[in-house]
């Protein structure tokens, strides 16, 4: 891994809009609450913590040419990610993600638009082989088409971290797990890549899970479980870790900021178990918001709460 070099992330970039209501959700009525619209996507949210966290980064996503477009753009460029390799289309609109929670700030429904991302082909990715070949670090989230996902995982010369976005799309690193350095979802994207059943209160679950993950290729697999914490395992150790605490005012963008600050003990030496210790600690940060990304977000905040 190159130390001076930059992380590139490969992934979605959505407008996100999200209902919250001021009391329990009641299905298949209005419930009256608050509506919010703000740049998202898991890539993009992920590029975004990561610039918060100290890290040179290049973002590399779809675009129409529309208002939604200007807004993503222009949030992640104040963030100072690089956004200029990204495809434009001049007739699809850019991505977008409708999700409601529950009063508590976790997500209950979504849908996602996303068909713009079918442009991110393999022989796009390849015209960014400079970008790639000087990169310390590149992650790819499984919103791309899989022949693209294989492209990146294979061709890269550094390491890359895989993030398994949703139980439908894990289903495209099966075949990409040989390459991958680190492998990311939650525990039901994992039982759908492993092929076991995962029970999120028993470690030797998780553990074998793990296993399976690792066999087929795997360096480094992270499996987060929501108000459980978060599971890790390389072959030579594993830990289940709580949640730190935090004053949760919405869930949207905790788990791209576990990520995010995984990554960054990484790019910095931290050992696993330390880089998983920042990244509890920047999901806690940000669940402490109601925008998915916290602007008070930082390295040294991190590490901090972290206790590191």
């Not at 999200?18 to 740049?39: C, F, H, M, T």
């Not at 079918?118 to 970008?131: G, M, Q, S, Y």
């Not at 039982?191 to 066999?215: K, M, N």
């Not at 605490?245 to 995984?262: F, T, Y």
Request: hydrophobic share 40%.
């Amino acid at each position: 891994m190159k130390n001076d070099g930059y992380i590139t992330v490969f992934g979605a970039a959505n407008i996100d809009i999200g209902g919250k209501p001021y009391e329990k959700l009641i299905a298949k009525d209005s419930n009256p609450g608050q509506v919010r619209a703000a740049p998202g996507g898991v890539g993009r949210n992920i590029a975004h913590n990561l610039s918060l966290l100290g890290n040179h980064v290049k973002f590399i996503s779809a675009f129409g040419d529309d208002v939604y477009a200007s807004l993503i753009r222009d949030s992640l460029h104040k963030a100072g990610v690089e956004t200029e390799e990204s495809f434009l289309s001049r007739d699809e609109p850019t991505s977008s993600y409708l999700y409601i929670t529950e009063a508590d700030g976790n997500m209950e429904l979504a849908v996602n638009d996303m068909d713009i991302y079918r442009h991110l082909t393999p022989a796009f990715i390849r015209e960014k082989r400079e970008v790639l070949d000087h990169s310390s670090l590149v992650v790819a989230d499984a919103n791309l088409p899989e022949d693209t996902l294989e492209t990146i995982c294979r061709e890269s010369k550094c390491p890359v971290i895989a993030e398994s976005v949703s139980c439908k799309k894990a289903v495209k690193l099966r075949k990409v797990l040989p390459y991958v350095f680190t492998v990311t979802g939650n525990y039901l994207e994992a039982e759908v890549l492993s092929g076991r059943t995962i029970d999120p209160e028993d470690q030797g679950s998780l553990r074998a899970a793990a296993d399976v993950l690792l066999a087929d290729g795997a360096k480094r697999v992270v499996i987060t479980l929501s108000a459980r914490g978060a599971y890790y395992a390389d072959g030579n150790s594993d830990g289940l870790l709580p949640p730190i605490p935090a004053e949760m005012i919405n869930g949207n963008g905790a788990g791209d900021a576990l990520l995010s600050g995984l990554i960054t003990g990484t790019v910095k030496g931290f050992s696993f178990a330390d880089a998983m210790m920042l990244g509890m600690a920047a999901a806690s940060i940000t669940l402490e918001t109601s925008q998915t990304n916290n602007p008070a977000l930082s390295f040294e905040a991190a590490k901090k709460r972290a206790g590191l």
